[in-house]
């Protein structure tokens, strides 16, 4: 069974750099094709594809949060790390990381967890 | 970057069927995947590689995908169907995630 659990801030100031924890179980960092990928989605509006983070290393990032944004893995603790830095009140959003199917779909999901960003 | 585009809101009434439909540049060429969002919950996956169900979701779902538009259909409509809908492709040539502007589903 695979699960996938958010932790982090729930509130950060603006220009502070934002550390995210996804730590996961059922599925090894390991395995060829497997990913874990990171979506927000800031109240009221869509879902954003952030960052992903493949078994061999490989990351991907949205080009929009690109030079803002970094993605780690630690298989020895089963977690994934996502640093937003020079957070700003748009990056108020609930963020989630998934699981990342090879075949390019999210199927499994956190239940995410909610950033505000605020002085 | 790659565009998808979908309808911000669609009505149905209970029993009736639900089409939503999600628009890209030769989407029929790409893998479509769709997925439910209810608030306060995990989003879930509920068709992959265009019209393929996962386990455990209802045989009322379904997908398609041809030219530029991409649809998921949601027959027998029940209450508990009322959630947000997004489509999602990855786009190869960048290897960037897309997710469309999503789909408000309200059952009248």
């Known amino acids: 069974q695979i699960t996938l659990k958010e932790s982090g801030p729930t509130v950060v100031k603006p220009t502070q750099t934002l550390t995210l924890t996804c730590t996961y179980s059922?599925?090894?960092?390991?395995?060829?094709?497997?990913?874990v990928g990171w979506i927000r989605q800031p109240p009221g509006k869509a879902l954003e594809w952030l960052a992903l983070?493949?078994?061999?290393?490989?990351?991907r990032f949205s080009p929009s949060l690109k030079s803002r944004l970094s993605i780690t893995k630690d298989t020895s603790k089963n977690q994934v790390d996502l640093t937003l830095i020079k957070m700003d009140p748009v990056d108020t959003a609930t963020y989630h990381c998934?699981?990342?199917?090879?075949?390019?779909?999210?199927?499994?999901w956190g239940p995410g967890t909610l950033v505000t960003v605020s002085s | 970057s790659y565009v998808l585009t979908q309808p911000p809101s669609v009505s149905v009434a209970p029993g009736k069927t639900a089409t939503i439909t999600c628009g890209g540049d030769s989407i029929g060429l790409k893998s479509v995947h769709w997925y439910q969002l209810k608030p306060g919950q995990a989003p879930v996956l509920v068709i992959y590689y265009d019209g393929d169900r996962p386990s455990g979701i209802p045989e009322r779902f379904s997908g398609f995908s041809s030219g530029n538009t991409a649809t998921l259909t949601i027959s027998g409509v029940e209450a508990g169907d009322e959630a947000a809908y997004y489509c999602q492709v990855r786009d190869i040539n960048s290897d960037q995630w897309v997710f469309g502007g999503g789909t408000e589903l309200t059952v009248l």
């Open positions: 983070i493949y078994w061999d290393e490989n990351q």
């Open positions: 998934a699981h990342v199917f090879p075949g390019g779909y999210f199927d499994y």
């Open positions: 059922g599925f090894s960092l390991k395995s060829s094709g497997v990913g």
